[in-house]
């Protein structure tokens, strides 16, 4: 839904309502802190900033800062990747648009950044996360979080952020799309998992060399897709 | 006022200030400037958070933020905690719990722990360690810094404290008996701060003073944030230094053009190797006569790593200083780089070191700086009838000090035409030995002072800047300050020897018979400890289980990394790492239990040491016995804590999934000081009102040796350790000490503390005794500040120093003893650690450490615990996560200490301290050492924990993610979620 609503302010967090659902603004010059500190902030995007980002780094980088310069916090973006995050402008021309499409651009046609807009009330929403680090708060070396739509149990939406498996920080998987339209099963879960095998492009690093990363994304794109077939189960 | 320049408003510490600020310096920069010596710069690009100050009541790092943009905030550094006279409940309960090791991070961690508990009074434990996860600590493992602000926060509230600082319990003669408090069996799964735990043997002496948890000397300076570290001062017209580092691995130097750099106005002196006379030396601060070679020239025309030394420049300010370096023009002739130890000993590999004038290297073709060969017994002839024979090949990587506060030196001249060289180092009189060939100064025209140190853990027992800053002053006559980056820290200081530990082993019904140990030790560039470390390698690596019949070769290699060093372990750690998981192999081979398989083998009282004589430390040592050990408490301490023999069981049946528990153990030896070559000395003067200035070469460098020193000393002249005014070191005013290495100061320095206190109590018994008109001063009693006689007479020692002084008999009660020991006892432990291991990502996950370790006589439980503490989490990272990667042409990718990765405090398993007491005969009031055992035991256990959850023996180290998951894919472990 397009908000026709020009965002000027750089309110650290604002709730707004669009018809009978609500959204929470993120302010883009709010803070990370006051992002994670929110009453009505996402659990994904809570649990994205906290052990591998410091309470200094979410006291220093702003919603702007972290969108335009991912590597900053790479699974907060992958977090609003797979809640649908959306972007508002402060320009007249440009009113939203998705988080993928903005992260896609250049920099210099990307605009002035108002703000990122996540959808509050999503009925049957199940989330998942995983990943994998030298050390339980060190950056993960891959990381996915899964965020899956249902209407009755069959999938409606289905996105999966992923990090360090892309030149860019993080980015959604377009295998995901292969859940929409059937229930959320193992069986359906696999071939996602293949076929991201052929989507991803590592490069691999210190950390860990490409064929691992590879390995990898398959690893926690599979946990994280179980954990919301877990939350399935426990609706 | 320049362009460059803003005038800003802001409030510190709750006073308006107007600043006029550089538009591109950092909030840190300024601050600095203007005196908050509190902030400190540990990294300056947000890595390690140390420089936290308040920020409108947020903790935030002042290296990101340029000062403009402070304009209008509130900042709150560490001098506005307290008042001039009281410090706040957090600095006063870091300063009671050991919350602090070197201070250095101090700071940023009380920032943080303020701005947590003025939002939230009572935080869970979690809540503080997320909290303080911004802020890095080498030395403390977090544990004391979580318990210290649990306690803050219950003074806060004004809760009475309850839980000890310090647990104490009889050690039972049968030690199956031994029951532990509730705590340590942690079957919570806690990771909550335990107190350490004292086991002392029913007989063992009383003492007042020592065993006691003093507060550290140095605890209100350090939680107050006091400029009290290298670069905490300003002297007038100081110049500041910079160092040009190589950008390459190995090249020749073919000119370098620095006369662009030198016309700018305010650089003062750039120098290069056409300018400095070229004096070969070893930048190893060790005792006289250094080992071989001096393979190294303060600045030369050749580089042998990334990061090598190529000119210096003195400037007016440090931006101006770092333009100068970047206008030097040097054309290099590159040069093909190796970067593995194997393929540099190889045929036709880069020669390395091919200049003329460097003496005594073994084989120069090869880059063999040092061949070692030794042996016992007959390990042939063992090996020629062995009924088992086992070989292992261990692997360990480069793992950087990372200690906080990076080199820093400032050296300038002072009223009598004497260089003063103020510098963070660990061995200030070696220094002022090694400095004076080099520039062409005698040594007594040399004065080193040493002041509080930010951490060194080995590196600081090098001279690493303090020889260029010189040649500054001496270039410009004015004082330079010079400081490494952080990159210069991983790329241009010193690190730990990557080693190659192959072993051979002979088992004769169940006994090992004979050890053969090949080590290849990586020395980097330069051979610096090269000899030393692989030597204490050797030595601890085939002493742990003595074999009578051992053999011990090795070739000390150098290549184009950065040069190795002294490290905490040095090469103790890596070849005991490399026996304990063949030992636990050989057990799991021959279906034995390891734990039994250890205890039947490893070294025991009275047992000579068969390699004590031959593998000295760069020379041939003395013979010597096990005198003391309580490993086998200490194992069975272990055991019992972590229940490990049902973990282990149970650990066999845990199904298939892809999280699977492991526990292993692994016992370990190390030693105390440098048998026949470490010396220290200490000096005591009693003053007027009966107190006394301590005066020790000794360095402390955040182990708290400033304090067990003291508690010595007050321990035999029967006062409390606020009547001693320690002070160290000033080669000018403190008596010679080797300095702090070798895990020597509490045994060495602390014997040389010992006797001069015994030596100055007999001063004043004398003394007394003709204040009292006594025949036998022998009789008297020091006492609770007083001299006791027998008849029930009294006097206050600071009646004995008025008199000495002033009245009768005039004399300055002071003495000076000398202390040097032929044997070096080893500290024995036992570690245990937990782990959860995934098997299809390779993760592994640390949940518990515990060391029970025998270190003789506690000198002070909280001071040794932290040692311990400190120690296992640096350990951890040697055998988990810590490695310096480098790529094919030798360039370093990971220098930073974000992508290094060390070991955050909302990461950090539960660590636990055990010390089994025990009383060696030759150390002071019993004491061994406790400052680098604790390095020796974490990469074998943690090894043997992944095994018990795998089935998988993993040989190299670090740890990582991607290694144990290739391991576990080549074992091809089968799973099902």
């Not at chain 2, 979580?146 to 404290?161: C, H, K, N, P």
């Not at chain 2, 000096?683 to 006394?692: A, E, Q, R």
């Not at chain 2, 003394?767 to 001063?777: G, V, Y």
Request: charged share 25%; net charge negative.
């Amino acid at each position: 839904m397009m908000s026709t609503r020009k965002k000027d302010t750089v309110e650290v967090h604002e709730v707004e309502m669009e018809g009978a659902k609500r959204s929470l603004i993120l302010g883009a010059q709010a803070t990370l802190q006051a992002v994670y500190e929110c009453p009505d902030c996402p659990e994904p995007v809570r649990q994205a900033l906290s052990g591998w980002v410091s309470w200094q780094e979410r006291v220093e980088i702003t919603v702007e800062r972290a969108i335009r310069s991912p590597k900053q916090a790479p699974q907060w973006v992958a977090a609003l990747l797979a809640l649908g995050a959306k972007v508002t402008f402060l320009e007249d021309e440009i009113d939203e648009s998705g988080l993928v499409d903005y992260l896609a651009r250049v920099n210099s046609k990307r605009g002035k950044l108002g703000g990122v807009r996540l959808p509050l009330e999503v009925s049957e929403r199940v989330w998942g996360e995983a990943h994998v680090g030298r050390t339980p708060a060190d950056e993960p070396i891959v990381a996915a979080i899964a965020v899956v739509d249902l209407d009755s149990n069959v999938v409606r939406r289905a996105r999966l952020g992923l990090t360090g498996v892309w030149r860019e920080a993080a980015r959604l998987a377009e295998a995901a799309q292969m859940l929409v339209g059937g229930p959320l099963t193992e069986e359906r879960i696999q071939p996602v998992i293949t076929a991201l095998d052929g989507e991803v492009d590592p490069k691999g690093d210190f950390l860990g060399s490409d064929t691992y990363r590879r390995a990898m994304a398959g690893v926690v794109a599979r946990r994280a897709l179980e954990d919301c077939m877990k939350g399935v189960s426990e609706r | 006022m320049s362009k460059d320049s803003v005038t800003i408003t802001l409030t510190i510490n709750g006073e308006e200030q107007q600043l006029i600020v550089l538009r591109n310096h950092s909030l840190l920069d300024v601050l600095r400037d203007k005196g908050y010596a509190s902030v400190k710069r540990g990294c300056n690009v947000g890595d390690c958070g140390i420089c936290t100050v308040l920020f409108d009541g947020h903790p935030l790092r002042s290296c990101l933020m340029r000062a403009v943009n402070a304009e209008g905030h509130a900042i709150v550094t560490l001098e506005g905690l307290g008042d001039g006279y009281r410090l706040h409940p957090i600095q006063q309960a870091f300063a009671e719990t050991g919350g602090f090791q070197c201070g250095f991070c101090t700071p940023g961690m009380i920032l943080t722990a303020k701005a947590l508990l003025d939002r939230s009074p009572d935080p869970s434990e979690d809540e503080i360690r997320e909290a303080l996860g911004g802020v890095i600590c080498r030395c403390t493992g977090y544990v004391r810094v979580v318990d210290a602000v649990q306690r803050a926060a219950a003074m806060l509230r004004g809760e009475s404290l309850k839980s000890p600082i310090v647990m104490e319990q009889t050690l039972p003669e049968d030690i199956e008996k031994l029951e532990l408090p509730e705590g340590f069996y942690r079957r919570d799964g806690s990771r909550a701060p335990l107190p350490p735990l004292v086991l002392t043997p029913v007989d063992m002496e009383k003492t007042q003073i020592v065993g006691k948890p003093e507060v550290k000397v140095d605890a209100v300076k350090l939680v107050r944030g006091r400029p009290v570290y290298t670069d905490d001062v300003r002297l007038d017209g100081m110049l500041y230094g910079e160092l040009l580092a190589s950008p390459h691995a190995h090249a020749r130097i073919v000119s370098i053009d620095a006369s662009q750099a030198r016309k700018l106005t305010g650089v003062h002196a750039v120098l290069t190797h056409e300018d400095i006379p070229r004096v070969k030396y070893a930048s190893g601060g060790q005792s006289y006569p250094q080992p071989p070679p001096f393979d190294q020239v303060c600045l030369d025309n050749k580089v042998r790593h990334e990061g090598d030394r190529v000119a210096v420049v003195a400037a007016e300010t440090r931006e101006l200083a770092r333009k100068a370096l970047r206008m030097i023009q040097v054309e290099y002739e590159m040069l093909p780089a190796v970067v593995d130890p194997e393929e540099a000993m190889q045929d036709g590999a880069p020669v390395i070191h091919d200049e003329p004038d460097t003496e005594g290297i073994y084989d120069t073709e090869h880059n063999i700086v040092h061949r070692i060969e030794t042996e016992v017994g007959d390990v042939e002839a063992v090996f020629a009838t062995a009924e088992y024979i086992f070989e292992g090949e261990y692997r360990t990587s480069k793992q950087q000090h990372a200690h906080l506060e990076p080199h820093a030196c400032i050296t300038y001249w002072d009223e009598d035409d004497r260089l003063v060289i103020r510098t963070s180092t660990q061995v200030p009189f070696h220094v002022r030995r090694m400095v004076a060939p080099l520039i062409g100064l005698p040594v007594k025209q040399i004065r080193v002072i040493k002041p509080r140190i930010g951490g060194g853990f080995g590196n600081k027992q090098e001279m690493i800047l303090e020889d260029l800053c010189a040649h500054l002053t001496l270039a410009t006559g004015r004082p330079v300050r010079m400081e490494y980056t952080r990159k210069q820290e991983f790329t241009s200081s010193r690190s730990r020897h990557p080693q190659i530990i192959r072993y051979k082993i002979a088992v004769n019904d169940g006994k090992i018979e004979a050890a053969d140990l090949y080590l290849i030790g990586d020395t980097g560039a330069y051979g610096t400890h090269g000899l030393t470390v692989q030597m204490v390698g050797g030595f601890k690596g085939l002493t742990l289980y003595n074999p009578p019949n051992a053999r011990f070769v090795c070739d000390v290699v150098y290549t184009n990394t950065p040069p190795s060093g002294a490290f905490r372990g040095y090469g103790s750690m890596q070849c005991q790492y490399g026996i304990e998981v063949l030992v636990d192999e050989i057990a799991e081979h021959l279906g034995l239990d390891v734990v039994k398989f250890k205890r039947n083998n490893w070294i025991k009282v009275g047992e000579p040491m068969h390699l004590a004589k031959q593998l000295g430390e760069g020379r041939e040592g003395y013979d010597q016995a096990m005198e003391t050990s309580g490993l086998v408490q200490c194992v069975a301490a272990g055991l019992k804590a972590t229940d490990y023999y049902a973990k282990r069981q149970a650990n066999q049946q845990q199904g298939d999934g892809p999280l699977r528990r492991g526990i292993g153990m692994s016992v370990m030896m190390h030693g105390s000081g440098i048998a026949g070559l470490d010396m220290a000395a200490a000096t005591l003067k009693m003053n007027d009102d009966g107190s006394f200035n301590l005066l020790v070469g000794a360095t402390d460098l955040g182990t708290g040796s400033d304090t067990i020193l003291a508690q010595i000393a007050a321990e035999e002249l029967s006062i409390p350790i606020e009547d001693l005014i320690v002070y160290s070191s000033d080669t000018d005013f403190t008596p010679f000490d080797k300095g702090a290495y070798a895990s020597s100061t509490t045994y060495i320095s602390g014997g040389a503390v010992r006797k001069a206190a015994l030596k100055i109590k007999d001063q004043i018994r004398k003394h007394a005794a003709t204040m009292l008109e006594i025949d036998e001063p022998e009789s008297l009693v020091l006492q609770d500040r007083k001299v006791v006689a027998r008849d029930g007479r009294s006097l206050t020692l600071a009646e004995v120093a008025l008199s000495s002084l002033h009245q009768q008999n005039q004399h300055q009660i002071m003495t000076t003893a000398s202390h040097l020991s032929y044997v070096s006892p080893p500290p024995v432990a036992s570690q245990f650690t937990e782990v959860v291991v995934d098997v299809e990502t390779g993760q592994i996950t640390v949940e518990r450490l515990l060391m029970a370790v025998d270190c003789g006589r506690v000198i002070n439980p909280i001071t040794a615990a932290g040692q311990v503490e400190g120690g296992l989490a640096q350990a951890l990272g040697f055998a988990h996560c810590e490695e310096m990667v480098f790529d094919g042409e030798g360039h370093l990718t990971n220098p930073r200490l974000g992508p290094y990765r060390i070991y955050m405090a909302n990461e950090m398993p539960a660590i636990d301290v055990i010390f089994v007491q025990t009383d060696e005969p030759t150390g002071p009031f019993g004491a061994k050492s406790v400052a680098e055992i604790c390095m020796d035991g974490v990469a074998p256990a943690l090894v043997s924990a992944v095994h018990d959850a795998t089935g998988v023996w993993i040989r190299e180290l670090p740890l990582t993610p991607e290694r144990v998951w290739r391991a576990l894919q080549e074992a091809d472990l089968k799973y099902s979620c």
